[in-house]
């Protein structure tokens, strides 16, 4: 594989993007889950709750801090790395960027004040009243991001004249056929991931041995959000195959390695293939890839033989769809176990095997995403815009990517270190215990 200007661009924005998405993920999952955690606390009159909120924020407030710089850094990679791309497409989308800006800073600005007017209301509602907007905000920023790149893949509001775009609308670019269905896949996801997370850090805390009731209710709060949030995120899964299967074909059929059009199409899941494209050792769900493509299993799904060798995304995409969908449902699985084991009394939802899928449920659940996006990222190649322009003719064609690559790479092991070195000592040194005792002192 050869290192030019165009595969050390792309080297360089999927580091920034696989950085950047943990903390974007963690950016849209949590308000919710903060706001949550407060009405329930503040409707019950629950300390438990209120402390949860509480320590959530703060931690939260850390990762917008590391999210604001690799956000910064992916507006600066586009013009810097793709001038081609944003040459042609930068007048179409700049609505959206720029209101995912707006977005990021009404979040922020609420945020702040949310953060320092704990018990400075009388009615402790107003203080909740203050997570609308964070919530508000920061699913927004995801909203606006997400349509740049559904345009990427479904671009309308523009013609292209002599390599220019004219005639635009940025509303018709916004919302072009593929916005609405990864909207609700990204969102779905994040808020599923988050509170995955959030869960597999209670579940830890408990297998350490601590077991009171602050760690408890957390562990509780957070399996119910996930195990809704898994079944939200699996509807937007079916709705994003259908999408694929009616609007670009192509990556349907490379993450199912389906060839030949056909009706009754068997789904594949995992499996080898040789160099004459035959597949091996796969399982197979007969007639399965039909009725996810149109709820039908006489639907005719389109194949990759329709489409030129060079217009085909590559087909090592299959394994990051089956990883993504095969997480989605063990976190599925593993929350459905525990609210089951919750609710009947003689079974004990704290045993360690469960505690250690709960633990492995987080990390794996960002993983998820992390193969999402590659999948949706590669599965458009060899587009940048699809139908438009390749990737090949929007990468700078400058010198000085490769030193690049290796200062952001620094720059990204740093930030992650001190993030978790923060978040840590954040935590270590105000137990919740101590946090709870010295906050509710008749509790």
Known sequence: MELDSVMLSRMLTSMTLAFHIIFATI???????????????????????????????????????????????????LSLLWPSFMEVAGQVIALPLFMETFAFFFEAIFLGIYLYTWDRF?????????????????????LFITTV?????????????GGKAVNIDPIAAMFNPATPSKVF????????TAAAVLAAIAAFAIIRGKRSEYERKALRLTMICTFI??????????????????????????AEWHFETEEGADLILFGTLDENNEIKYEIRLPKFLSFLAGNSFDTKVIGLNEFPEDERPPLWVHYMFDLMV?????????????????????????????????????????????????????????????????????????????LTFILFALLYLVLGVICVFVLIRMFKNTPAEAELEQRFPNL
């Open 27 to 77: 950016g849209v999952g949590v308000p919710i889950m903060i706001s949550i955690a407060e009405f329930i606390g503040i409707k019950r009159n629950d300390p438990y709750y209120l402390l949860l909120a509480r320590r959530w924020a703060r931690g939260f407030t850390i990762t917008v801090a590391v999210g604001v710089v690799t956000g910064t850094a992916i507006g600066l990679q």
């Open 122 to 142: 009388k009615n402790r509602m107003t203080h909740w009243l203050l997570t609308i907007p964070v919530m508000i905000g920061s699913s927004a920023s995801a």
């Open 149 to 161: 790149n559904s345009f990427m893949n479904t671009p309308q509001g523009f013609d292209l004249e």
């Open 185 to 192: 896949h990204v969102l779905t996801t994040s808020y599923m």
């Open 229 to 254: 949030f898994s079944i939200l995120t699996a509807v937007a899964g079916d709705v994003s195959a259908k999408f694929l299967a009616e609007v670009q074909p192509e990556k349907l059929a490379a």
């Open 326 to 402: 095969s997480i989605g449902f063990f976190v599925l699985a593993v929350s459905g176990i525990y609210i089951l084991l919750d609710k009947i009394k003689r079974f004990n939802q704290l045993n360690k095997p469960l505690l250690w899928m709960i633990v492995a449920s987080g990390p794996l659940a960002m993983l998820a995403i992390e193969f999402g996006w590659i999948y949706a990222e590669v599965g458009r190649q060899p587009w940048i815009l699809r139908g438009y322009m390749k990737v090949s003719e929007a990468a700078t064609t400058g010198d000085g990517v490769g």
